[in-house]
C-alpha cells in the first residue's frame, strides 16, 4: 500500500478518507484470519471480502504519483527527486517493522506460524526482490510487504519515464499492460520470483494515472462522483453475484478505479467536511497496513489462552487493538523518522539545483 505523498501532493479529503476505509478493509480482512487460525483452529467468515483493499491502494497511488509530480516532470532532476522522496517515504518504516519481524522470527519462532526464518529471504525482503518462501508462495518475510514489492516497481518505471523524458503514460501504460498480459502465460510455480509483476492487479496503477489526468483537465459535476463511486462500490462488493463478467472486471480493478474516481470528483462535496479523525487515520494508514499484523493476532491468542472462545468479540478487539497500536506506530515512529529523514536528504528531496538549496539550508 502507498503511503501519503509528499511533498507537494495535491490534498484531496476524500482520498485520505477512502485511503483508511482500504486499511480498515484489510485490518478486518486479517482479523478474520488470526482469529480462526488462533481461536477456533478452523475458518471463521465474519469479514472476507477485504481484499479489495489493496486494489483500492494501488488506483490511489497511481493518481496520487501524477498529481504529486506535476513539477517535477521535465526538470532534469525530477527523476532522481521522485524516486528517492518515496524511497524515504516508504523505506525507513517498512525497514523498522521488518526488524521487528526478523526479531521475532528469531525469539519466538514457534509463535509466528508457517514462517521460518530464511537468510536469503530477509535480505530480498529489506530490497523489495520477490522471493518464494519454503511453501514456494512468492511472498517477503514480512507477508503485507508483498504491496510494496509492487509499489516499488511501478515507483521505479514512473522514474525511467522521467529520466528519459517519455511521457509517463505512454512508458508506464504499456509497460504495466505487457506485465498484465505476460500473466496469461505465466505459471506461479515454475516460472522466476522475479515474474511475480506478471499480474493484471498492475493495471490498477495505470487507472489512478488516468483518473489524476482527467482530474487535472476537467471538474465533472460532483454528482456524477456520487454515481461513479456507488458503481465502483457496487461491482466491488457484488463481484461474486455478478458471475464470470464481475470477475473479468474485478481482475482488471474495474471497481477500485470507479470507486477511487467517484471520490475524487465529489471533492468539492468532500473537502472541509470530511470528519478530521478519518483524515488522521487516513495518514495513519500506511503504519496501520504495515503495523496490523503483528500486533492483531495477540488478542485471538489470549482469548485461547483464557479460554474464551468468542470468535466476534476476539475479531472486533483484535482490529481496534491492532489500529490504536498502529496509531501509536503513526505518531511514535513514522512521523519523528520521516521528519528526520526529510532533514538529512533535504537537498535530495529539493527539484531546486543542489547549489541553490544547499545554500538555503
Not at 36 to 59: C, M, N, Y
Not at 75 to 84: A, C, K, L, S, T
Not at 219 to 243: M, S
Not at 267 to 277: A, D, F, N, Q
Request: aromatic share 14%; hydrophobic share 55%.
Amino acid at each position: 500500500m502507498p503511503p501519503p505523498a509528499r511533498p507537494g501532493a495535491a490534498h484531496y479529503d476524500g482520498v485520505q478518507a477512502l485511503r483508511f476505509l482500504a486499511a480498515l478493509a484489510v485490518v478486518l480482512l486479517h482479523a478474520n484470519f488470526y482469529v480462526g487460525q488462533r481461536l477456533t483452529d478452523q475458518p471463521v467468515s465474519l469479514w472476507t471480502g477485504g481484499a479489495w483493499g489493496v486494489d483500492i491502494f494501488f488506483v490511489i497511488s497511481g493518481f496520487v504519483m501524477v498529481v504529486s509530480t506535476q513539477t517535477l516532470i521535465g526538470n532534469p532532476r525530477g527523476w532522481r527527486v521522485f524516486f528517492m522522496r518515496r524511497v524515504v517515504r516508504i523505506a525507513p518504516l517498512y525497514w523498522i517493522i521488518m526488524s521487528l519481524k526478523v526479531v521475532l522470527l528469531l525469539a519466538l519462532p514457534s509463535a509466528l506460524f508457517n514462517n521460518p526464518f530464511d537468510l536469503e529471504r530477509v535480505v530480498t525482503s529489506y530490497f523489495f526482490i520477490p522471493s518464494r518462501n519454503p511453501a514456494g508462495m512468492i511472498e517477503p518475510i514480512h507477508g503485507v510487504g508483498w504491496t510494496l514489492n509492487f509499489e516499488m516497481f511501478f515507483y521505479a518505471m514512473f522514474a525511467a519515464a522521467m529520466f528519459l523524458r517519455i511521457s509517463v503514460f505512454r512508458f508506464v501504460g504499456p509497460v504495466l499492460a505487457f506485465c498484465a498480459l505476460m500473466s496469461v502465460l505465466r505459471d506461479e510455480k515454475t516460472w522466476p520470483a522475479i515474474t511475480f509483476y506478471f499480474d493484471p492487479i498492475v493495471l490498477e496503477f495505470f487507472w489512478g494515472m488516468i483518473i489524476a489526468r482527467l482530474a487535472l483537465r476537467h471538474a465533472p459535476p460532483p454528482a456524477a462522483g456520487l454515481a461513479l463511486a456507488a458503481a465502483g462500490f457496487a461491482l466491488i462488493l457484488g463481484r461474486d453475484a455478478a458471475g464470470p463478467v464481475g470477475e473479468a472486471l474485478a481482475v482488471v480493478g474495474v471497481g477500485p478505479a470507479l470507486a477511487v474516481a467517484g471520490v475524487v470528483v465529489m471533492e468539492p462535496w468532500l473537502s472541509g467536511r470530511t470528519p478530521r479523525p478519518l483524515l488522521v487515520l487516513g495518514d495513519a494508514s500506511y503504519s496501520i497496513y504495515l503495523f496490523h499484523p503483528l500486533v492483531a493476532p495477540v488478542v485471538p491468542a489470549v482469548f485461547a489462552k483464557l479460554g474464551l472462545i468468542e470468535p466476534d468479540a476476539a475479531f472486533a478487539l483484535a482490529a481496534i487493538f491492532a489500529i490504536c497500536a498502529s496509531m501509536v506506530v503513526y505518531y511514535g515512529v513514522e512521523m519523528p523518522v520521516l521528519r528526520w529523514m526529510k532533514r538529512v536528504f533535504s537537498v535530495s528531496l529539493s527539484a531546486k539545483p543542489q547549489a541553490e538549496v544547499a545554500a538555503r539550508t
